[in-house]
């Protein structure tokens, strides 16, 4: 097809072999998110829990699980699966430095014309987050 | 699990038969000369070249003199739009007006958008059926006076739908007969046989066409070869400008081991069309039956008059691309006209016009047939095409988004 670049082994991968596939219920923070560009959509659930931090004097929220939804191209998955193995485990601020680049980057590179497809998976991840905290304030 | 990898993608291109390369092989480095010298060495070459434009006149019913090699049907459709256009637009009263179709290959569609933009050409373009099918009453209210051109396609590659060509020449030939008596000029009918060529009748007089483009590609010829035939008399400028070659319709010289393997192809067709075509039929109607087993599927197309070869499906909740990946890493080569498999990320504009949404043919899935396959090969895609889908299915989200 027109401009068809090829994927990297690690793109390949995880289309085969997607991580943390599924729906987790009643989830502390949900989103979903539509590439208007394809058609793809994706939802990323995510579960918080508390943590003392390093110091020990201070709690922190951390994503304690993750889980993702997606329809869509091979991009579109492996982006999804991807950005859950990245926060698992982080806080919030480390979380939120995850950019669509770093995604990308994570993955061996993307073709140019499927860069959009990591937009799709930073910014669930985002609004998930914000998701989360908007239900705090309730 | 079969270890052999199954190629379901023959509408895209085809392997090179033994036949075939060897009939080139000997026009390397043997017999390597140019066609253009008088000398033994390009005597050897021109005698190919006519031997191989000869078996192809013969094939289509055509004059050898009808026929222009060209790098393929991309610059035989580009020759056969432009070089019409260019040839009549001085000699029309009025912007000459081109009929095509909304599901025409893009070599057809940008060549008309082309002319289009130099303010060469008026075109329009016929909508289609839900089966993809041009209806002869639109084609009937669309000429105009100015109409010079009609181009519709034989067989369509992304559905397999067989257009009504035949129909549409003996219409343009009625057309042409009053307005040849009254001196008014013809309307010129130009198909692409690409798709067609193994299995459909592609006699130029039975068709009624003038123009007719194919490939080599797709019939076991390597990539890089096609033709042009124009009847005789069809105005027709020349748009690659150099030497006299192919009776100064087509500068450069001569690709000659392609044009002979090209030959060669449509040598084999004609020897196995009766036999390919049950073979092929028999195997699109298991894959067909298989695959509608499944729930959420549709088979695109009509059942009566699509190509044996071609089977375009609609699987709901699964993704085109994602489906080809993991064809490809089961070892089977599928195609899709999802807007994530193009580059420029548009869906199909064959399966739009034929009114399928674009989240739905995000979910196309093409399956297309080659001499190469077997029985057992349809069996193994049946076999794994749940697992396929099931495994993306589970992976989607509740599809309720999509009846919000």
Redesign the interface.
């Known amino acids: 097809?027109?401009?068809?670049q090829l994927?990297s082994k690690k793109v390949?991968k995880h289309?085969?072999d997607?991580q943390n596939?599924g729906e987790i219920k009643n989830p502390d923070g949900v989103a979903?998110v539509?590439n208007p560009?394809?058609?793809?959509?994706?939802?990323l659930y995510l579960k918080i829990a508390k943590r003392k931090t390093q110091k020990e004097k201070q709690e922190e929220d951390y994503i304690k699980d993750v889980k993702f939804?997606?329809?869509?191209?091979?991009?579109?998955?492996a982006t999804s699966s991807m950005i859950t193995t990245m926060v698992k485990g982080k806080n919030f601020k480390d979380a939120g430095k995850i950019t669509n680049q770093a995604v990308a980057e994570a993955l061996g590179g993307l073709p140019l014309?499927?860069m959009?497809c990591s937009v799709l998976a930073a910014e669930a991840l985002q609004k998930a987050i914000k998701n989360y905290q908007q239900k705090q304030k309730k | 699990m079969l270890k052999k990898k199954i190629y379901l993608d023959y509408a895209a291109t085809s392997p090179v038969t033994k036949e075939v390369l060897a009939a080139m092989k000997h026009y390397f480095s043997q017999d390597y000369g140019n066609p253009s010298e008088p000398h033994l060495w390009g005597q050897k070459a021109r005698f190919a070249i006519d031997k191989s434009r000869q078996k192809i006149a013969d094939f289509l019913g055509a004059k050898p003199q009808e026929i222009i090699f060209t790098s393929g049907a991309t610059e035989a459709i580009n020759l056969a739009h432009k070089g019409l256009i260019e040839a009549i637009r001085d000699t029309q009263n009025g912007k000459p007006h081109i009929i095509t179709s909304l599901i025409e290959h893009k070599a057809v569609l940008e060549t008309c958008q082309h002319l289009e933009k130099l303010n060469w050409a008026e075109v329009t373009y016929l909508p289609v059926d839900k089966d993809g099918l041009i209806k002869i009453e639109d084609l009937k209210k669309a000429i105009k006076p100015e109409t010079v051109l009609i181009s519709v396609m034989y067989v369509n590659n992304e559905v397999g739908i067989i257009e009504p060509i035949r129909e549409i020449g003996q219409l343009i030939k009625k057309i042409n007969q009053s307005r040849i008596t009254n001196h008014q000029s013809p309307i010129y009918f130009h198909t692409d046989v690409t798709q067609a060529l193994q299995y459909l009748n592609c006699n130029v007089d039975y068709l009624g066409v003038d123009l007719l483009s194919l490939s080599g590609h797709k019939f076991y010829v390597p990539k890089g070869v096609g033709l042009l035939y124009f009847r005789k008399k069809t105005p027709l400028v020349r748009q690659q400008d150099g030497g006299g070659q192919e009776y100064r319709l087509r500068a450069g010289t001569e690709n000659v081991p392609y044009i002979v393997g090209l030959g060669k192809a449509i040598e084999l067709v004609q020897q196995n069309k009766v036999q390919s075509v049950k073979l092929i039929k028999g195997l699109r109607e298991k894959l067909v039956k298989g695959i509608l087993k499944n729930q959420g599927v549709r088979l695109m197309g009509s059942s009566e008059k699509n190509a044996p070869h071609i089977a375009t499906f609609l699987v709901e909740?699964?993704?085109?691309?994602?489906m080809l990946?993991?064809f490809s890493?089961k070892g089977i080569a599928v195609s899709s006209g999802?807007?994530?498999?193009?580059?420029?990320?548009q869906?199909s504009h064959v399966l739009t016009a034929m009114g399928v949404p674009?989240?739905k043919s995000?979910g196309s899935l093409r399956f297309s047939l080659g001499k190469e396959n077997t029985s057992k090969e349809i069996d193994y895609v049946i076999e794994i095409f749940p697992e396929i889908i099931n495994k993306?299915r589970?992976?989607?989200?509740?599809?309720d988004?999509f009846n919000r």
Do not use: W
């Not at chain 1, 097809?1 to 068809?4: E, S, T």
């Not at chain 1, 560009?37 to 939802?43: A, L």
């Not at chain 2, 909740?317 to 994602?322: H, L, S, T, V």
């Open positions: 097809m027109d401009n068809f994927y390949l289309v085969k997607p596939i979903t539509g560009v394809c058609g793809d959509i994706m939802r939804q997606t329809l869509g191209c091979g991009a579109a998955i014309n499927k959009h | 909740g699964a993704e085109g691309e994602a990946l993991l890493e999802s807007a994530c498999t193009s580059g420029l990320l869906p674009p989240e995000h993306l589970k992976m989607a989200p509740n599809l988004i």
